[in-house]
């Protein structure tokens, strides 16, 4: 186990073992393994974390805008924040609409 990740309650770890065991009596191989992908505290790597976070700042940004009618540029923002909008963009969860989401949680 490693320390900052809590530890598993044993039933779920009962569970997932027997669905395992399951699997197995209908012919399928199971193997326990943690994808790379999964890793630290969070279980999203640093690219799915820094979807996240680009899509959440392109999205407060489009919220802004909506909110007070004018639109946010590059020379509006820290270039590091600019930047985050811009990559959210090319990311294939980039939806431009979530700011309606967004606004609405508000």
Not at 2 to 27: C, K, M, N, W
Not at 46 to 68: E, H, K, N, Q
Not at 96 to 102: G, H, W, Y
């Amino acid at each position: 186990m490693q320390p900052d990740i809590p530890a598993i309650h044993p039933e779920y770890v009962a569970a997932v073992e027997g669905t395992g065991r399951l699997l197995e009596s209908f012919g399928h191989i199971v193997e326990g393994t943690s994808p790379p992908a999964l890793e630290g505290a969070t279980g999203l790597g640093p690219r799915y974390l820094g979807v996240i976070r680009a899509s959440a700042t392109a999205a407060a940004l489009d919220a802004w805008c909506t909110r007070t009618g004018r639109t946010i540029g590059p020379d509006d923002v820290e270039p590091c924040i600019w930047a985050l909008k811009e990559g959210a963009q090319h990311c294939s969860l980039w939806m431009p609409d979530a700011r309606v989401a967004l606004t609405a949680q508000q």
